[in-house]
């Protein structure tokens, strides 16, 4: 019996360690977005924004590999990294997520185009192929676990087919505001998100209520007030980051100008939020900028902030009001933040209850040139691959690294 047991186990460990050699390697199977592509793919997705058309109308929804991919991006919540391609009645996924020691998980799925929506053909993590029971076992508690109700199944009755063709991605769909925005806020506002999110819309609502009316809120006001609840709230690092993230999700919903009213009905219940502009060194802009890149960059990392950042202002460019570097360099100190908030979450909440200046926040950006048109930027900068270009943001990254709030939170850390 010894020897059964024994060599029972060692199977079972030999198993064990040959799965994972399938699995695990040593370097990632996709590289980052495109930046100058990801550009092009918010334009056509602003393109074929759906919302003036009547209700009930069909409408088609045409992207490409680029586009799904920023759209994967921007709602991963991770550090995943996507690379699609469309062929023939096919769609190819590939996704890369590092762990620790230098190792990566690689996933690849094949979806299969049929009469209405796709399905799984195969998948393999690594070299490991999988069965595709499995897969779509996986997908439908994915799926439920980001709507128990009925939201994305009502969404998914609004698709008339899903096509793939070489490049190309077309969803055919009935357009309907309502059951659509259901199905976004199912995903969006799961209900623990939303019950987090409560106390600190209701404390940023009780700080807007004691400023003199009229006035604007300083994002260094309010930050204080909130991360000392997020330090009430807080028994373990885990805690401490999923508190922050809510106190950065309400002041991006100010900083917006959006409701948490338009989350879900349970919201329409709650303090409303101040009605003035929230604002960082004076401008409106820049403390959006700040705080989308820190929440970006607290569930998915500063590589994908930046990215996004980078990719917008290129948007800007071409379509909007002009690159702007002193947007960027708000959106770099941001994402800068939203990494302390992730890796140091406790260290930080009991540097911010003690009082922060916009200093701490953001540097001098008055001298960095903003909105250059597309023809200004390439004639002065080329691309965002250029010399010129990375010395520029290679002054804006140094002046960030001279903030003081990451010194503050080490120190804290240490304490």
């Keep these: 019996m010894l020897r059964l047991l024994t060599g029972f186990l060692l199977v079972c460990v030999l198993a064990i360690a040959a799965t994972a050699a399938l699995v695990l390697q040593a370097s990632p199977q996709v590289v980052a977005v495109d930046l100058n592509q990801a550009a092009a793919g918010l334009a056509a997705l602003r393109a074929q924004d759906p919302r003036r058309l009547p209700a009930g109308a069909p409408a088609s929804l045409v992207l490409g590999p680029r586009e799904v991919e920023l759209l994967l991006d921007r709602a991963g919540g991770s550090r995943l990294r996507w690379q699609v391609d469309f062929m023939p009645q096919q769609a190819r996924l590939r996704a890369s997520l590092p762990l620790p020691l230098a190792l990566w998980l690689n996933a690849e799925l094949v979806l299969r185009e049929t009469d209405t929506l796709p399905q799984l053909e195969r998948w393999r993590l690594g070299r490991l192929p999988l069965p595709v029971s499995l897969g779509n076992r996986l997908l439908r508690a994915a799926a439920q676990r980001l709507d128990?109700?009925?939201?994305?199944?009502?969404?998914?009755?609004?698709?008339?087919?899903?096509?793939?063709?070489p490049g190309r991605l077309q969803v055919d769909y009935l357009w309907q505001k309502e059951r659509l925005g259901g199905a976004a806020q199912a995903v969006l506002a799961p209900p623990?998100?939303?019950?987090?999110?409560?106390?600190?819309?209701?404390?940023?609502?009780?700080?807007?209520?004691?400023?003199?009316?009229?006035?604007?809120?300083?994002?260094?006001q309010?930050?204080?007030p909130l991360f000392a609840l997020a330090a009430q709230r807080s028994r373990a690092p885990a805690d401490a980051r999923r508190e922050n993230r809510a106190a950065l999700q309400a002041l991006a919903l100010m900083a917006q100008g959006r409701s948490p009213a338009g989350l879900a009905p349970a919201a329409q219940a709650w303090p409303a939020l101040p009605q003035r502009e929230l604002t960082l060194a004076g401008r409106h802009d820049l403390a959006q900028h700040f705080v989308l890149a820190a929440l970006i960059a607290l569930e998915g990392g500063e590589e994908l902030a930046d990215g996004l950042s980078l990719a917008k202002e290129l948007d800007d460019a071409r379509f909007g009001s002009g690159f702007s570097f002193t947007d960027l360099a708000a959106g770099r100190?941001?994402?800068?933040?939203?990494?302390?908030?992730?890796?140091?979450?406790?260290?930080?909440?009991?540097?911010?209850a003690q009082g922060v200046a916009a200093q701490d926040l953001l540097p001098e950006v008055r001298d960095l040139p903003e909105f250059l048109p597309w023809r200004e930027f390439q004639r002065r900068y080329g691309d965002p691959g250029s010399a010129a270009y990375r010395q520029q943001m290679a002054r804006i990254e140094a002046r960030i690294a001279s903030l003081p709030l990451a010194a503050r939170a080490a120190a804290q850390a240490q304490r």
């Design 148 to 165: 128990p109700g009925e939201a994305l199944a009502d969404a998914s009755r609004l698709v008339r087919r899903v096509r793939f063709s």
């Design 222 to 224: 309010a930050l204080p």
């Design 333 to 352: 100190a941001g994402a800068r933040f939203g990494h302390l908030a992730a890796g140091s979450p406790l260290a930080l909440q009991q540097v911010l």
């Design 192 to 220: 623990a998100d939303l019950a987090r999110l409560e106390p600190y819309v209701a404390r940023l609502a009780a700080v807007g209520a004691a400023a003199p009316a009229g006035t604007d809120l300083p994002l260094e």
